[in-house]
């Protein structure tokens, strides 16, 4: 029957709809440099906690800060990129998507037949 993920009405509860990516193939490459970049990002915000704690112990400690902050400061410039590359590629892949589903609309709608459209004469 239906996925524990699927509401009620047959919609996809997922991030993503994996129709889209059976529907529409060039989605497929967008989306998973989206995933890379989302977990790089995950990876570069763990190592940014790590780093601010080795910070605060070397405050605690009286040791140097120097090479700490310089590795939080290069952190947080990966994580900016990251997140504007992510942002750049959802907004390439949305559109993308959007022109493909148009494109597939025009060529469905200009293969149906024609209807004979009546006029009706209102007396």
């Not at 524990?4 to 989306?31: K, M, Q």
């Not at 900016?80 to 949305?94: F, H, K, P, Q, T």
Request: hydrophobic fraction near 50%.
């Amino acid at each position: 029957m239906s996925r524990r993920s699927d509401d009620p009405r047959g919609r996809s509860a997922r991030p993503f709809d994996p129709r889209l990516l059976r529907a529409l193939p060039a989605t497929r490459g967008p989306v998973a440099l989206l995933s890379v970049l989302g977990v790089l990002g995950g990876v570069t915000a763990v190592a940014q906690a790590v780093v601010l704690a080795l910070l605060v112990a070397q405050v605690v400690g009286g040791g140097p800060l120097g090479p700490v902050l310089a590795g939080l400061v290069a952190l947080l410039i990966l994580r900016g990129a990251l997140a504007g590359a992510g942002e750049y590629v959802a907004r390439r892949a949305g559109q993308r998507v959007s022109g493909q589903v148009r494109l597939a609309v025009l060529r469905r709608w200009s293969a149906a037949p024609r209807r004979s459209v009546r006029r009706r004469t209102w007396r």
